[in-house]
C-alpha cells in the first residue's frame, strides 16, 4: 500500500466561485472533492490542508512553512510516507520548487503541482495533475519536481511558460554573454 501525502496551499488549482461577489477566490481546500473523482487503488492519500492562498500574495514565510510542513510530511526522515504533493498556484509554484530542492535531499518523490483553471471550471486541467502528480510519486526517483500536463520535470531550473500555459525548463544562459 502506498501512503501519499497531499499538502494543499491553496492557488487556482482550489479556486472557487463566489456567486456574491462573483469572483473566483481561494476560500477552503476542495481538494477531498477532488480525490473523490478518482480511483486510486492500493494508495492512501493523507491531506495536510496548510494556506488557501493565491501563490501571488504567498511570502517568504508562507513558503517556509510549505518546506517544513514538506519535512514533517515524510520526504526527510524515517516515515512511511511514499511520496509528498503540493498542491500550489502556478505563478509562483517554481519559486517554492527551488526552495524545496535546495533545502532539502528528499527520500521520496516531492511533487508541486497546480492547474491554470480551476477545478470547478469546464477544460480545468486540475483533476488530470492531480492525477499525475500522485501517479507520479510512485514512479519518480527520489527528488523534487513539477508535474503537471503529462510532464515530470526536475527542480532547479522549473519555470512557468505562459505563452504555452505549461511548464518548461527554463533557458540556459551563457555565462560570458
Do not use: W
Request: hydrophobic residues 40%; charged residues 25%; glycine residues 8%.
Amino acid at each position: 500500500m502506498r501512503k501519499v501525502t497531499l499538502v494543499t496551499t491553496g492557488g487556482t488549482i482550489e479556486k472557487t466561485y463566489d456567486e456574491h461577489t462573483g469572483v473566483l477566490e481561494n476560500r477552503r481546500s476542495i481538494v477531498h472533492r477532488m480525490l473523490e473523482e478518482l480511483r486510486l487503488e492500493d494508495t492512501i492519500v493523507s491531506v495536510l490542508e496548510l494556506l488557501s492562498k493565491d501563490s501571488l500574495e504567498m511570502t517568504d514565510s508562507d513558503r517556509r512553512r510549505v518546506l517544513d510542513t514538506v519535512r514533517v510530511a515524510g520526504a526527510e526522515g524515517e516515515s512511511d510516507c511514499s511520496g509528498v504533493v503540493v498542491l500550489h498556484g502556478t505563478d509562483t509554484l517554481s519559486v517554492t520548487g527551488d526552495l524545496i530542492a535546495a533545502e532539502i535531499e528528499p527520500r521520496v518523490p516531492v511533487v508541486l503541482t497546480g492547474a491554470l483553471r480551476p477545478f470547478e471550471m469546464k477544460r480545468s486541467d486540475a483533476l488530470q495533475n492531480l492525477t499525475e502528480a500522485v501517479f507520479a510519486t510512485g514512479v519518480l526517483a527520489p527528488g523534487v519536481y513539477c508535474v503537471a500536463h503529462g510532464r515530470a520535470l526536475a527542480f532547479p531550473g522549473v519555470v512557468k511558460d505562459r505563452s504555452r500555459g505549461t511548464f518548461v525548463r527554463a533557458p540556459q544562459t551563457d555565462p560570458k554573454v
